[in-house]
C-alpha cells in the first residue's frame, strides 16, 4: 500500500467513530472542531511533507520488514543514521508547524516495544515479538498514527499501583478470557490520541509481582468500544471559536491531550504484547522514555528555531534589532537551542544495536538532552521577559 | 473624611462614567462583568484589610498633609521604615490575592511627582508641587484609587517622540488654551485603570527640547470625557464566564490591563504637573521606575508564597513531600523568593530623603531587585517543569 | 583604655608567643614572615580605619557595657541600624584590602555567645552571662582581636561527636578540675587566629545527651599552653618569599587559616561560657552561622567591588572598554555584587532583639544572603572566564 | 617508519636544543626538569596508549597519505567517525592524565592548515598544499608532536595588526629573501611547546590589506635558532620541588604553557604555508578555532570524569555519601558533564568535507560546544564550594 496523503489522512480519521468529549459533552465531529482542528493541521503535516519532494529523503524510508517506502514515523531504526534522521525530520516538522505534531510518541513506543518484546521472548519463549512485528507492519503497510499510552494517574506516588486505595487508579487486566483479556483504567493527557488511528498502551513503571495485573501493554484501534477521550483543557482554547486570527496564538497547528478511559476494553490475544512479564514493565517505560528524551532533542528545536525567528522579527518591528542587549539575547537563544540539538544530535549518533537487530539511543545522553530541554526552554523565556520594556 | 470600606469602594465604582470596551463593545457594567470582576476583587482588598484590626498598623498611616489617618497606598514615604512598610504591604496583599492588586502603580507616581514637581519648582519657580499637593490631598481625604500612566505605544525604538511616522504615538498636547491643554494619544495595558478613581498620567522616557510637547504629566479623573479604556485579552480570560471555578485558575481574584486612548481629552491647568519642562522628563521616569522596581519585591514574593504553599501542597496530595527532589525544589523557591524580599527591603533600607522631605528608595538596589524579580520567577516556574513527571 | 593603633595592635602581636607552625618547622616570628604578612596587613586594617577621621562613624561606637568608644569589631549590635553599620563596616574593609580582614569571626563568635548565654542562665540558673560580659568588655576595654573557633575536624559526617572512631576527631573535655576544665581536641583551618589575641571556641554542631563533653564554650589567649598552630597551604603561598610583587596576585593583603590543635589545654572557669548543657550547642552554632553569613554580604561585596574595577581597568587597558559583551558582564557584576549587599543589609533591617537586649538579624535571610555568595563568585568567575579571548 | 614509544618520545625530546627560560634564568634539563616534568608525563601518555592493545584503535588510525599505521594526534580526519573518535580518544585522555596532554592544538592546526591551504591554491595557484602535506606526512613518519602557535599578544584589541603601537605585537615578516623569510614577534602561552617537536604558527585574526606583513604562517622545529621559550607560572608550580605529593594537586601530570618569542626566525620556503594571502587568515582562524572548540568536547569531558569520581570518593570518606544534596551534585556535575560530550560528540556528527576531502566539524555546533565548557566547568566548582560545610 502507499503512503497517505494528507487529505486521505484526513479522510481515515472521518472514518473512525471516537468517542470524544470536550466541555461536557460529546464532539460529534472531532475533524472539524475549531478548537481541535489545529491539532489534525499539524499532525497531518507528517503526511504532507512526506509527499514533498525536498523532503522525502527525511520523511520517508524502507521498511526493515517489507522493503517498501514507509512514513519515518512507522520506522524501526536500523542504525545510528536512522536515529539521526529522526531528531532531524523533528526539528523541520517543529519549524513547520511551531507545535506538537503528535506522531512521534507512537514511534518512540512503537521501537521501544520492537526490542523489549524480543527480549522477553527470549526469557519466556511467548512470542509477542512476532505479534508486534504483525501489527507494526500493518501500520507500516496503512501509514497509520499511533499514539503510545503510558502515563497512569497514578494517585499516590508513594505506593505501587496495587497499593493503591483505588484498584484503578493504573490501567490493570480486569478479566482474563481465552481470546484476550479485558482492561480497565485510564490514561491520562495522552496526546493526540484523537487523531490516531491506534493507540499502543504500556506500563508506566517499573513493578514486581504484585503488580502482576498491571503489567499489561496492547495495542487497539482508538474507537474500539470503550475508549473515552476527554479533551483536556488549553490556555486559550476557546478563542479558536471567536473566529480570527488575532490573540489566537498560533492558530493554523497546535497539539491536543486527552484524559483516555479504558472501561471495560476487551484487547484480542494478537495485540497483546506483555502480559504479566512484570520484570519487563521497567525496561519498556526506560527505552520509551529514552527514545521520548531523544525526540525532544528535535521537536522542540524546531519550534525554538521558530521563536527566535519570531523573536528577531518582532525587534525588527520595534526598531530595536541593532541594540546590543538584543542581539545578545538572539544570540543566547541561539546557543541554548542548539545545545538541545547537540544533545538529539549526540544521544543519537552514540546510539548502539539491540538484541533484536533494531537501534536504540543512548540513554544516558538522550536523558541530559531533555534535561537540558526542560532547563533551556525556560530559560529562554526568561530572556524574552527580560526586555528593557518589562523592567519597570 | 475616613477610609472607605470595600463596600464603599465598590459603590465608588459603580458611580463612575467609564467608557470601557471589551471584545470590541462597550461594556456597560464593568463592576459586575464576569471576566473584570477579579481584578475589582483584588483592588477592593487594599480596602478590605485597612479596615481589620490585625493589618491596620500596616495599610494606613498619617498623612505628613493633614496629620488624618489615610490609607499607605496614599500616602508619600517620610523615612525609610515607610519605605519598608510599603514593601510589607504589598507582601501581605500578594500572600491574600496570589494576584496584583493594582494601586501600587498610582501610589509609586504620586511619590515620583512629589519629589520631582518640588525640583522643578526650585529650577523653574513654577507650583506644580502646590498644585499636586493640593490633588494629593483629595486623594487622601477621599481614600481614592490613582492608576499612574506611563508607557505610550512607542512604534520605533529607535526615534524619538517627535520623529515617529505618527506623531500620536507618545501622548502630547494638541492644544494649549487659557485653562488648561488638550491632549492626545494613547497608553498602553494600563494596570487596574477600569478600578480607578483618577489616572496620574507621565511621560515615558528622557526627552529633549524637540518633544516638549510630549513633556506633559497631569491627573484627571478616568472617566473624563475622551478616555477610552480596551480591555486587554488574558490567557483564560473568557473561562470566567464559562460557570465554576475548574480550569479558572485563580477565579477569585486577578489582574487587569486596558489601553487606555486619550481622545483630545481636555485637562484644567491646576492638574498639570509638568507642561514643557522636558529635562524633567527623565527624572520622573527614574523615579516611578524605582519606586514600581521596590514594588516587586513585595507583592511578588507575596504570590511566591502562595506558590510555594500550593506547590508544596500539591507535593502532599501526590504522596510526593518527602521525596528529597521534592523538598530541594521547594526550599530552592524559597530562597529565590527570600531572595526577591531582600531587594525590596535592602533598597527601602537603603533609602534617603529627596530635596522635598519625601524618601525615595536606593535606585541601583531598587533596579537589582526587579532585575531578580524577572530571573528568579522564570527559575522558580522552571523549577516545577523539571519534575520527574515532565521528564518523558 | 583607648584604641590602638596599627602599630600599637602589631606590637601586641609580637609580645604573643604563638605556638606557629609552617612547612613542618617552627615559625619563629610569624609577624615578620613574608608568608603570614599580608593577612596580618589585612587584620591590621581594622585598627588603622578606626583612627582616621573619615571612617570613625562606621569604624567604631559606644560599648553597651562601658559606654567608652570601641573598635565595632568588639561591639554587641544594640539595634537593626547596628546589624547595616557592620554590613557597611566590612564592605569598607573589603574594598581596601581586596582580602579577608580576618576579625568578623570572633565578632560574631561573641555576638552569639552574648545572647545564648543568657538564655542558658535562664533556663539553668547558670551565670554564663556574667562571665561572658567580663570577658567581652575585657576585649573592648584593650581592643582585642578574638578568634571564633568552630569547625571541628569531624570524620564521619554520618556519626555523632561521641560515636566517631577516634574521640578527639570533635574538640572535648578530657578532665574536670575544681578550677576548670582540660580540654583536648581541634579546630581546623581557623581564620586569622595567628593575628588574634584571643580564641573563643564552640561547639560546631547540634548535640544530644551522650554528647555533653563536647557541648564546650569557651575563650583563652591564643598563647596559652598546648595551643598549637599549623598554618594551611595556599595556593601560591610561597611567591611571596621570591621577592617582587609579580605574578604574586594580592601581594598586601590577604587571609590565613590554622589547623589548631588543643593538646590537652586548661580553661579556667570564669572563661568558660558553656558546658555540658547540650541543648544548647544547636543555638551558638546557628546564632553564630547567622552573623556570620550576614558578613559575607559585606566583606565579599568589598571585595568584588575590587574585582569589578580591576576588571574594568583591564578592560580599558586592553583597549576593549567600549565593547557591548565587556560592557555587559562588567554590568552583570555589579548587578551580582549588589544582590549580595541587597541580604547583607536586608538580614539587618529585619534583625530583632534577643531575650539578652543585644539584636540578631534574621536567620532566614541570613541564609539566603550567604547561599547567594557562594553562587554568585563563581557566577562572576564564570563572566570572567568567558571572555572571547578564552573561547578558542 | 614505526611509532614512537614513551621511552623513545622522552629520548626525542633529550635531542632537541630548546631555549627554555623559568624564573629569569635558562633550564638546562627541561626533560627533567620536577617542574616541568609532569607536562611531558601527560603527553607521553599520548604515546603511551598507542602502545597499548586496549586503546590502539582509538588512538592509532591509517595515514590517508602513506597507508601507514599512526598516531590519531597526526591525523587528518577523513569521516565523521574520526571526528568523533578524536573527541572520544581525548575523553580517554582526560580520563587518565586529569590534566592537559597538548597534543591537541598541533592536530587541530594540522586540520585547518590541510583544508585550507587546499582552497587558497585554488584561488591563488599557489603550491601551499603540496608543502602542506609533505611537512604532515615526515610529522607521521615520525610520530611527532607539534605545536599549534596562534595567539599574538595583540595590544589594543581596538586596533589591527599594523595599526599598534608596537609593530611586533603580532607576529610578522621582518624580511624577505629568496630562499624564505624572517619573522620576529611572540606568540603567547603556547601550550606544550617544551614537549613538542615542531611548532606550527598560524595568523590569530582575520586581517586586511594593511596587514600583510602579518599574514603569515609557517612550520619550523622548536629549536630552530631564536626561538625562546618563557616558561609561565602557574598556580602551585614551585610545590613540585618541595618533594613528596602533599599539596601538590596533580602531582604526576600537568600542563605547561610559554610566551613564545621569535627573535628574527628564518623560515625556509618549502615550510611556509602562507605568505600574504590575507583573506584566508580568517579561514585558518576560524577552522583552528573549530577544531580546537571540538577538543574541549573530549578533553575537558575526561577531566570531568576524574574530578566526579574524586568528589564521590571525597564524599564517601567523610561519610557524606548517601546524603540526598551530594547525590544531587554529583547527579548535576554528570549531567554538565555529559552535555558538553554531547556537544563535541554532536559538532562531529554533523561536520562535512572540506573541498581538500579532509573533514571538518560543524562550526555552530562546535562553538556552542565550546561555549558550555567554559560555562559547565565553573557550574560545576560552584556546586562544589556550595557543600554544607562552606555555608558558614
Redesign the interface.
Known amino acids: 500500500m502507499a503512503l497517505m496523503t494528507g487529505e486521505q489522512y484526513e479522510e481515515s480519521l472521518r472514518k473512525l467513530n471516537l468517542e470524544v468529549y470536550m466541555?461536557g459533552k460529546r464532539v460529534e465531529n472531532p475533524v472539524d472542531d475549531p478548537i481541535l482542528r489545529p491539532s489534525l493541521n499539524s499532525l497531518k503535516e507528517t503526511y504532507v511533507l512526506a509527499q514533498m519532494p525536498e523532503y522525502k529523503d527525511l520523511m520517508t524510508t524502507k521498511s526493515h520488514i517489507t522493503g517498501n517506502e514507509i512514513n519515518r514515523f512507522t520506522h524501526i531504526h536500523q542504525s545510528t543514521t536512522d536515529l539521526?534522521n529522526k531528531v532531524k525530520m523533528q526539528r523541520l516538522l517543529g519549524q513547520r508547524t511551531a507545535a506538537c505534531f503528535q506522531r512521534c510518541v507512537g514511534m518512540d513506543a512503537n521501537n521501544a516495544l520492537y526490542s523489549t518484546t524480543f527480549e522477553i521472548d527470549q526469557k519466556y519463549g511467548t512470542n509477542y515479538h512476532e505479534r508486534f512485528k504483525k501489527f507494526l507492519q500493518y501500520v507500516q503497510d496503512n501509514d497509520l498514527t499511533v499514539d503510545g499510552a503510558?502515563?497512569d494517574t497514578?494517585?499516590?506516588?508513594?505506593?505501587a499501583p496495587h497499593e493503591q486505595a483505588d484498584p484503578d487508579l493504573y490501567l490493570r487486566v480486569v478479566e482474563r478470557r481465552e481470546d484476550g483479556v479485558v482492561v480497565r483504567g485510564c490514561k491520562a493527557h495522552q496526546t493526540g490520541i484523537c487523531n490516531s488511528h491506534e493507540v499502543l498502551v504500556m506500563p508506566t513503571i517499573a513493578m514486581k509481582e504484585d503488580d502482576k495485573d498491571y503489567a499489561i501493554s496492547f495495542a487497539i484501534p482508538t474507537d474500539t468500544k470503550g475508549i473515552k477521550l476527554i479533551i483536556g483543557?488549553q490556555?486559550?482554547d476557546?478563542?479558536k471559536t471567536?473566529g480570527g486570527c488575532l490573540?489566537c496564538g498560533n492558530c493554523t497547528y497546535g497539539g491536543v491531550e486527552a484524559l483516555t478511559i479504558f472501561d471495560d476494553v476487551f484487547v484480542p490475544n494478537d495485540r497483546i504484547f506483555l502480559n504479566g512479564e512484570y520484570d519487563f514493565a521497567g525496561m519498556i517505560v526506560e527505552r520509551?522514555?529514552g527514545f521520548?528524551?531523544q525526540s525532544y532533542g528535535g521537536c522542540k528545536v524546531g519550534v525554538g528555531d521558530v521563536l527566535i525567528g519570531a523573536t528577531a522579527l518582532a525587534a525588527e518591528y520595534?526598531?530595536?534589532a541593532?541594540?546590543?542587549?538584543v542581539k545578545?539575547k538572539l544570540i543566547e537563544m541561539v546557543?541554548l537551542n542548539?545545545?538541545l540539538?547537540?544533545?538529539g544530535?549526540?544521544?543519537?549518533?552514540?546510539g548502539s544495536a539491540t538484541k533484536s537487530g533494531s537501534y536504540i539511543i543512548d540513554l544516558?545522553?538522550a536523558?541530559?538532552?531533555?534535561?537540558?530541554v526542560?532547563?533551556f526552554?525556560?530559560?529562554s523565556?526568561?530572556l524574552l521577559?527580560?526586555s528593557p520594556?518589562?523592567?519597570?
Open positions: 466541555f539521526m503510558m502515563t497514578k494517585g499516590d506516588r508513594g505506593k483543557r490556555s486559550c476557546t478563542r471567536e490573540d520509551f522514555a521520548h528524551r520595534n526598531g530595536a541593532k541594540a546590543s542587549h545578545d546557543h542548539e545545545t540539538f547537540c544533545g544530535i549526540a544521544c543519537s549518533a552514540q544516558l545522553l536523558n541530559v538532552c531533555k534535561q537540558n526542560t532547563r526552554l525556560t530559560k523565556e526568561g521577559r527580560t520594556e518589562a523592567s519597570w
